[in-house]
Nanobody, 127 residues
Framework: EAQLVESGGGSVQTGGSLRLSCTPSGFSYDAYAIGWFRQAPGKEREGVACILPLNGPSWYSNSVKGRFTISSDNTKNTVYLQMNDLAPEDTAVYYC????????????????????WGKGTLVTVSS
């Protein structure tokens, strides 16, 4: 069964850091984009960051650019989202997602190429 296994998340104060990880398993895609969306209470889901693990191009939303870094460790088949300088507006459930057609699903207003979602992990940033 294809799945995205997530870990990380938690609670921090403003200015703190957290790291999320996501490991895809059971997929037979030749190539794919993988990354995170987030959804805050009462808000629509938004793309946060994604990467093409095989050759490295990445994308970030304007709201996290300069604070978050997405990376892939192909030896571990794992993608990481390092989140620094966290702010209360970053509070949300973060979902790992995979799209075999590329990164466009993450670009506003969003696409429908995501085939699998992780279960989500809660990130809470207190002021």
């Amino acid at each position: 069964e294809a799945q995205l296994v997530e870990s990380g998340g938690g609670s921090v104060q403003t200015g703190g850091s957290l790291r999320l990880s996501c490991t895809p398993s059971g997929f037979s895609y030749d190539a794919y984009a993988i990354g995170w969306f987030r959804q805050a209470p009462g808000k629509e889901r938004e793309g946060v960051a994604c990467i093409l693990p095989l050759n490295g191009p990445s994308w970030y939303s304007n709201s996290v650019k300069g604070r978050f870094t997405i990376s892939s460790d192909n030896t571990k088949n794992t993608v990481y989202l390092q989140m620094n300088d966290l702010a209360p507006e970053d509070t949300a459930v973060y979902y790992c997602a995979i799209d075999p057609w590329g990164m466009s699903s993450w670009y506003p207003p969003g696409g429908d190429g995501v085939t699998h979602w992780g279960k989500g992990t809660l990130v809470t940033v207190s002021s």
